[in-house]
C-alpha cells in the first residue's frame, strides 16, 4: 500500500482560523472538520496507513500566531507518538 503524503505550510497562517482551514484542505478525506488542536489530534491518530507529514514555517508563523504554533507542533508530535503510521519532517 502506498504512503500517504501531507504537506502543512504554516508559514503563511496570519490566525488560528487560518491554521486550521489549511488544516481542513491538508487532510480533506480523514474527517477534519474541526476548528482546534483536538480535533487535528483526532484526524492524526485515526490515519491508519503510513503517512509522511511535512510540517513547513512553523518558526515564522510565530510571529503571527504565538505560542500557538508551539502547541501546534506538540500536537503533532503526541499524534505521532500515539500513531506509528505517522513519520513527521519539520522544515
Known amino acids: 500500500m ?3 503524503s501531507f504537506t ?7 490566525s488560528r482560523a487560518d491554521c486550521h482551514r489549511d488544516m481542513q ?4 478525506g480523514y474527517g477534519y472538520a474541526g476548528t482546534n488542536l483536538d ?3 483526532d484526524v492524526l491518530t485515526s490515519i ?3 503517512a509522511e507529514i511535512e510540517i513547513r514555517g ?3 508563523a510565530r510571529a503571527a500566531i504565538g ?3 508551539d502547541s501546534l507542533r506538540r500536537v503533532f508530535e503526541l499524534s505521532a507518538e500515539e500513531n506509528p503510521h505517522l513519520h513527521l519532517r519539520f522544515t
Open 2 to 4: 502506498e504512503t500517504l
Open 8 to 14: 502543512v505550510d504554516a508559514a503563511g497562517f496570519t
Open 25 to 28: 484542505k491538508v487532510f480533506v
Open 39 to 41: 480535533a487535528l489530534h
Open 48 to 50: 491508519r496507513r503510513d
Open 58 to 60: 512553523l518558526e515564522k
Open 67 to 69: 505560542v500557538y504554533a
